[in-house]
């Protein structure tokens, strides 16, 4: 793909207490945006076979983790051996900044 546009920093709230959308982005890591102008598909199908072999070999161990463990363990399984953050239930997340095992999930918590 080929994106033109142009890269501005994102808003901040307007007023106090409202939400701030810069600050939300600084926490993901993110400290532009696109503003995009085109946006173009240069080739179909190309892409990396080793990255397709990861995205497939991924999917097959959440569905084997997924089939294997019951909840919260396979959630748990999947954040630390697979950094999907999304997976742990909120209780478990709490649990891990807590004691200070954050750490152990190779994602930022919190």
Do not use: C
């Amino acid at each position: 793909m080929r994106l033109e546009g142009r890269l501005r920093l994102p808003q901040e709230a307007r007023e106090e207490g409202a939400f701030d959308w810069q600050r939300y982005l600084s926490y993901q890591g993110i400290w532009v945006e696109l503003a995009t102008g085109m946006v173009t598909v240069v080739k179909r199908g190309g892409g990396s076979p080793l990255i397709k072999w990861a995205y497939k070999s991924r999917d097959w161990m959440v569905r084997v983790i997924e089939h294997t463990l019951p909840e919260p363990h396979s959630s748990v399984l999947k954040g630390i051996l697979l950094g999907d953050k999304e997976s742990l239930p909120p209780g478990v997340q709490e649990s891990f900044l807590r004691t200070g095992t954050g750490q152990a999930v190779p994602v930022q918590l919190g």
